[in-house]
């Protein structure tokens, strides 16, 4: 995206929430695209992910949905009902102001490199609109086929960011049913799912977090069902449409010499059946042997890799690990002073903890809450050598935090400056259940 010029802010709800609207361009492959960007700030409160609407400009007046959308999404969220990436709201009746033919959202990862008024601490939700077609087929066959589809129509890698009022549907529902392998197949949506195509692999791999909903839905699957994964943001994803002959996929700049490949779905077959594995579609298909299935449910359940071999077929080798081996609350950043990292104690069981939040999410909140403690502390005289600073995070609440200090106290207009600005730390997503953690920092003078 190109420099972007802001052009004001909406108060929706005052004290509550607001989305500024910047007016920029974002780089294509068709060069630069005039868009608005519209950045909620308010939603973080309540546990919900703020969002990015970006649309691009035709010049017709500039759309107000996002600001009925982000309305909207706040009163969900303060009844607790959040959305991430890979969730999709429906409307009742199709429409929005800036094209009547849109019925619904779909919710996708930020780019990297978005620009935006709003300081954001953590990457915001994309929400991008669907047209009718569309909307059913992320329902039914997953968002990452219908992600991929766009960014092939927009030759925008892994998927557009933005809408283009007046862009060609990607899909139509009703042929992609009657083309697809799945259309008689009970699916599972499990967007924190990563399934690749490596050579001679095929890869499974989730967030440790995720691991008691994977087992889950491998327990409850029928002998033939597809899981319907995320984006697995490799360099190229397979990409399909009815009609198509042969695979097909979306390359990002530069990564035409990549081997591994996106698959946006994984279709099992398990029982009295001669194992193999072939690409299919924009995914693969996997036989499996009774056997094989429970070693591979008993390795989701034990959290331990597995590798398991596939004689016939596109692939030798089926694959399941984890993605993320760090503990729960390790940093994943450099911090300000790279000699003092700090230390964890936790308060709750890591199970209650896995449970609750990610560890990339809960590693970002402390090295967010440390960067609060470097910058408050850097240049004041004090005599505190160490903090002790307790969390106390709950699903839809602020964060409560109890200081401590040795051997003494900090200054006491310092100690309520620090309390405010750690109170006011957007938390991670908590599900489920309190978690409660302390953070030891040696202050340095």
């Not at 090295?367 to 505190?384: I, K, Y």
């Not at 106290?409 to 310092?414: D, G, H, M, N, T």
Request: hydrophobic share 45%; charged share 20%.
């Amino acid at each position: 995206m190109g420099s972007a010029l802001p052009v004001g802010r909406e108060i929706l709800i005052p004290g509550e929430l607001s989305v500024a609207i910047d007016e920029g361009g974002i780089r294509t492959a068709s060069g630069m695209l005039p868009a608005l960007v519209y950045t909620t700030e308010g939603l973080e409160r309540y546990g919900q992910r703020e969002m990015v609407f970006a649309v691009a400009r035709t010049g017709a007046p500039a759309p107000g949905y996002p600001l009925t959308m982000a309305r909207t999404v706040h009163g969900f969220a303060a009844e607790g009902r959040l959305v991430d990436a890979g969730d999709v709201s429906v409307f009742g009746r199709p429409g929005l102001d800036i094209d009547h033919r849109v019925t619904g959202f779909v919710y996708a990862q930020a780019p990297a490199d978005l620009q935006s008024t709003v300081d954001l601490d953590r990457p915001p939700l994309i929400a991008l609109p669907l047209l009718d077609g569309e909307t059913a087929v992320v329902q039914r066959f997953g968002h990452a086929r219908v992600l991929s589809l766009l960014g092939a129509q927009e030759r925008y890698y892994p998927h557009p960011w933005w809408f283009r009022p007046g862009r060609e549907p990607v899909v139509d529902d009703a042929g992609f049913r009657a083309a697809t392998l799945l259309s008689q197949a009970p699916a599972y949506n499990l967007p924190f799912l990563r399934v690749v195509h490596d050579g001679d692999r095929l890869e499974l791999s989730v967030p440790a977090a995720e691991l008691p909903s994977l087992a889950e839905a491998m327990r409850e699957a029928p002998d033939i069902c597809a899981y319907l994964p995320g984006l697995a943001g490799t360099p190229k994803t397979y990409v399909w449409a009815p009609g198509q002959q042969g695979p097909a996929a979306i390359v990002a700049p530069g990564g035409e010499p990549a081997a591994r490949l996106g698959c946006n779905f994984l279709l099992v077959v398990r029982g009295s059946v001669e194992p193999t594995a072939r690409q299919v579609e924009d995914g693969f298909a996997v036989l499996l042997t009774g056997a094989m299935h429970a070693r591979l449910l008993q390795a989701v359940e034990a959290g331990r890799p597995v590798e398991i071999g596939l004689p016939d077929g596109a692939v030798g080798v089926l694959a399941f690990r984890l993605e993320d081996a760090t503990p729960a609350i390790a940093p994943r950043v450099a911090a300000p002073d790279p000699h003092d990292r700090g230390r964890i104690v936790l308060l709750t069981s890591e199970e209650q903890l896995r449970r609750a939040t990610t560890p990339a999410e809960l590693g970002d909140f402390v090295d967010r809450a440390r960067l609060v403690v470097h910058r408050l502390f850097t240049g004041v005289r004090h005599a505190t050598e160490e903090l002790m600073l307790e969390f106390h995070l709950a699903p839809s609440r602020p964060v409560a935090v109890r200081i401590m200090a040795r051997p003494e106290a900090p200054p006491r207009e310092l100690q309520v400056v620090l309390e405010r600005q750690l109170e006011a730390l957007a938390p991670p997503t908590i599900r489920y259940t309190e978690v409660a953690f302390q953070l030891h920092l040696e202050i340095r003078r």
